[in-house]
């Protein structure tokens, strides 16, 4: 990725429903310097885990069965809840402005490549969250 490196101090936790991609792409998250503290296989749990980790990101990949909403809006109803992004891909029926009203922040669709996803999850990332921390003064 070019420019500036992605901020190491970010926390996120990947939730997803294809345990296969979801490791890899922590294995990429990781070699990429951000900090994956945490990775869930469902989304059932994802708002506990999300504060227990205290995640400033949670990369939610909206699988088929259509959970991402629900765990959007369980996300969301925290005090202080982190950042949600949608990964979208084209099996994916993600109603965006319904996702939007549940807290999600930004969509990312998944490219072939998961290097390509890496790069423009490093760029999202590093962007909300830096925007985020100048909002509030940190």
């Known amino acids: 990725m070019s420019g500036a490196a992605p901020d190491p101090s970010i926390r996120i936790l990947l939730v997803g429903g294809q ?10 998250l990781r070699q990429s310097r951000l900090h994956v503290v945490g990775v869930e296989c469902g989304s059932e749990d994802v708002a506990a885990h999300a504060q227990t980790l205290a995640a400033d990101v949670v990369l939610l990949d909206a699988d088929p069965g259509g959970e991402a909403i629900e765990a959007a809006s369980r996300i969301m109803a925290q005090k202080s809840p982190p950042k949600v992004i949608v990964l979208t891909d084209e099996r994916t029926q993600v109603d965006t402005a319904q ?3 549940a807290g999600a922040v930004a969509f990312v669709r998944k490219p072939a490549a998961i290097d390509d996803l890496v790069e423009t999850l490093e760029l999202v ?3 909300l969250v830096d925007t ?5 003064g940190s």
Request: aromatic share 4%; net charge positive; charged share 20%.
């Open 99 to 101: 996702a939007q009203r």
């Open 19 to 28: 345990p296969l991609f979801v490791k890899a792409l922590q294995t990429r």
């Open 125 to 127: 990332v590093t962007l």
């Open 132 to 136: 985020s921390r100048a909002q509030s």
